[in-house]
């Protein structure tokens, strides 16, 4: 065996033993769905960002990146990112306070509706099967370009190892694994840059270098490469498709059930909006060097084919060989994350929201129940966790491999699907049982249609028809038409009210000043962050191409300040809402 394929093997076996020892800690539902609910701001963290960042960040997003458009994935981190913040503030913490099982479940007792939790359950089944399904494809690529194996039996070995840790330990497992592979990949893609940062002759050197780049014109421009041969015509449709996606991948970001069902397992609410925090800071720093790094590759090798594979052939050729093992185990981590999330919520789902009775729903509001209940419900949790991963490694075997269209279909439904009945659900006094459902429908029906028509080559959507966009407002407008024609019933309207009252235990003032820390870092943060990239990016750029920009400000420098600002705004914002909601408390309960 060569050290690629030890490192994988030695990797593997740390997960599933980390799996195993969570799995023995395993004593109800509570635990196998929600891990007790008493998980500590880093684990949250840590399975925010790695169920994110998937082997689509490191293979396919650093492909854009080192084909010429990383500044487009970097403004359209701005946006996405937010959607922490703005998720935990207006979502995850209520969803926290419903003592929920699943997201789904917090819709069934929120609307008083068995249909809606059925049918959220179906669409987490449909988009999380679907997203595993590129995860797996996406990791068995990688170790078959490594270790030299046949596709398919990567395949198997990629779907066991993470099928195995995730059945036995369900999220108590799931949010040790992800830590331990958030620190690995953040900690990997860092010496990675630094080592093709040397190789490209030194920072400043390489940013003038690439300003001013022929085979690639316009590589590291505000806008990235534009032009005949690119997606993108002009530097406006760079920014409106980077504006759109943002936003959609914000929507994803703050309401997902694959990224808000953490909060699910949060210790409290001050440990949802702390991770959210840490999270926007680490997804912010992660995006920049990735892109920035796989865009420099094009100083050391110009000819790489497919792009995707950039961070496999730096692993491979460029990196110390120990060093280099260590980073195709960091890309492999980064999809086993994901996998065990999505296969974790799938499962869950099947088991509890498909086909579970109404009155087990009512366990996530404190129903009793007994131990051959929880027995029984564990084992049904994990042969649908079973069943659900071999129907996937099937599609595996069979069907054509897709990972990017499978990717930005299976994320942004969500946003379309759930994104308004989400917000709504707990912001609006007049949405009606009726009203969320139908906008529900309405946007998975919408979003499903029209990429099906994309797929097939029946149409070409414009960006500013994006399917994500047209779902999301066919959902919004649905939802309002409908509920205008309805009643709240006292039901729901009682658990809403419910939802908006502050539990006493939120309130110590020694745990508020400790949440007050992360804006506070959150803001100097961003402002060292917009002055390094002014200093290291902006100005060296502009030297090279000798471009004034409009009265005096480019627009790399534009990016620049608007990077770290984003970081500054969000700070500013949870520091107020922080101090708002649990500081004055009379306030907050008005």
Known sequence: ???????????????????????????????????????????????????????????????????????????????????????????????????????????????????????????????????????????????????????????????????????????????????????????????????????????????????????????????????????????????????????????????????????????????????????????????????FAATAVNLINPDISPPESTMIWVAMNLLPTALGALLICGVLAAGLSSASTFLSLVGFSVSHDVLGSTAASQLGEGASTSADDHSQRLGAARWSMLAVGLSVIALALLLPRNIFWLTHFAGPLFASSWGAVAFMSIWSHRLTEAGAFWGMAAGFVVNVAMNALALIGAVDWPVIADPILVAALSSYFVMIGVSSNGEVSPAERDFRIALHRLPEKETDLAVVRQTLLWPRVMVFGGVVLSALLTIFYALPFGRAVSVEGFAGISGELLLALTYGLVLVAAGRWVWRRVNRDYRHRDEAGS
């Open 1 to 291: 065996m060569n050290s690629f394929q030890i490192a994988i093997v030695v990797s593997l076996a740390g997960y599933l033993a980390i799996g195993w020892y969570a799995g023995r800690r395993v004593k109800d539902l509570e635990d196998f769905f929600v891990a007790g609910r008493n998980a500590p701001t880093l684990l949250i963290l840590g399975t925010l960002v790695a169920s994110f960042m998937s082997t689509n960040a490191f293979m396919g997003e650093a492909g854009m990146s080192y084909q010429g458009h990383a500044p487009l994935i970097i403004m359209m981190t701005c946006f996405n990112c937010l959607g922490y913040v703005l998720g935990a503030v207006f979502f995850g913490r209520y969803l926290r306070r419903s003592r929920a099982l699943t997201v789904p479940d917090f819709f069934r007792a929120r609307f008083n509706s068995r249909r809606i939790q059925r049918f959220a359950g179906i669409s987490i089944v449909v988009g999380l099967s679907a997203y595993l399904l590129a995860v797996t494809w996406g990791m068995a690529l990688v170790m078959s370009e490594v270790a030299g194996v046949d596709e398919s039996v990567a395949i198997v070995v990629v779907w066991l190892s993470y099928t195995l840790f995730t059945l036995y330990s369900g999220s108590r497992g799931v949010i040790l694994t992800d830590t331990v592979m958030f620190l690995l990949f953040s900690g990997m893609i860092v010496l990675a840059a630094f080592f093709i940062i040397q190789s490209a002759g030194g920072w400043f050197s390489a940013i003038e270098t690439l300003a001013t780049y022929e085979a690639k014109p316009g590589i590291i421009a505000w806008h990235g490469r534009v032009g005949p041969e690119t997606p993108w015509e002009t530097p406006l449709d760079g920014l409106l498709w980077a504006t759109i996606l943002g936003v959609a991948w914000g929507i994803v970001v703050a309401v997902s059930p694959w990224q808000s069902s953490r909060y699910l397992m949060a210790r409290s609410e001050h440990v949802v909006i702390r991770s959210a925090c840490g999270a926007l800071i680490a997804m912010l720093l992660l995006y920049l060097v990735t892109n």
